[in-house]
């Protein structure tokens, strides 16, 4: 299932709000993420290609199929930090810690990469770590009013949740290209993806952004860097991390859970098409999360979630990516 890929980051500054809708229920308007999953990606990237040729979303779907292009969600990053999930794992120590830390790492989502593998073994007994140096704020959740109106009726009010970032903070992304000659066109796509916007609401300004940087891993030459590509490239780990909200293939659904700890998110959105009428409700599904760690890993699949009755498929993307953890992450002091 290995295979040598070459990683690219891509580092998004926000010019506006965002709205990604929670994924915990179908009404998803009123609150906002700060982050989003690879699917949704995925999805602006298959109709920025659908507008150049109408086989455009079909030939990136048979890239992610032919294992030459893999995306991870959306991860925070604050300044140069860049942050990782924090991973699905229970401690193998037993400390006495006080009530408060424990209170405040329940708040913590993300990790410093740089201290993921002190944290890897803080958790098997090493130096804990502080957890009020770890809780790091990235922007503010807000919400708006707005109002609909349609000709004969009363104006209807209604909130929109949103997530604004604070200056020098935003989101990072990682493709995995099996060809360098895929960059350029990738990178060129995500371009154009912001200036229309990505998530939800982006035809009322929300979701713009400025791509801040578009390179391979190799090229930063700092130590994130390092850690990333080492864990990214290696084929074999004591354990993997997935950097993608994803789901396995039916026959994989047994060994990929087999010792694995996760959490379950669901997948759901929207689809506008001639002949629909307006738009209509993906078919919903439950992926693994970003951060779920399993002895095992999987392919996964783009599955169609179109509705019944329309005209064309609906990509939802649903291949990890997988963060190696090596024994020497776990042995770090």
Known sequence: MWKAMTYYLFKLRFTSSVHFGHSLSAVSLPGSEMTFCADRMFSALCQATARRSPEGPRELCELVQND????????????????????????????????????VMKKVAYLPLEQYPAYLQALSGGNPLNPKTLLVRFGEETTTTRVAVSDGEDALPYTVG??????????????????????????????QIGYG??????????????????CPLEELGNRQAKLLTEALETPQAAFWISLTTSLPKDEELEPALDGALY??????????????????????????????TFRHTYRGDVYNVAPKGCPHPVYRYAVPMFLGVKQSWLTMA
């Open 68 to 103: 030459q292009l893999k995306l991870s969600d959306a991860f925070p990053y604050r300044g140069e930090q860049l942050y990782l999930p924090r991973p699905c794992l229970e401690a193998k120590a037993v400390r006495d810690t006080d009530a408060a830390d424990r209170k």
């Open 162 to 191: 949103q997530f604004r970032f604070d200056d020098g903070c935003g989101l990072y992304f990682l493709a995995g290209l099996e060809t360098e000659s895929a960059f350029a066109p990738l990178a060129e796509a995500i371009r």
């Open 197 to 214: 916007g990505i998530g939800g609401k982006i035809s009322s300004g929300y979701g713009g952004f400025a791509l801040l940087t578009a």
């Open 263 to 292: 959490q379950i998110v669901r997948r759901g959105g929207f689809v506008q098409a001639s002949g629909l009428g307006g738009p209509h409700k993906k078919q919903a599904q439950f992926f693994l999360a970003a951060g779920s």
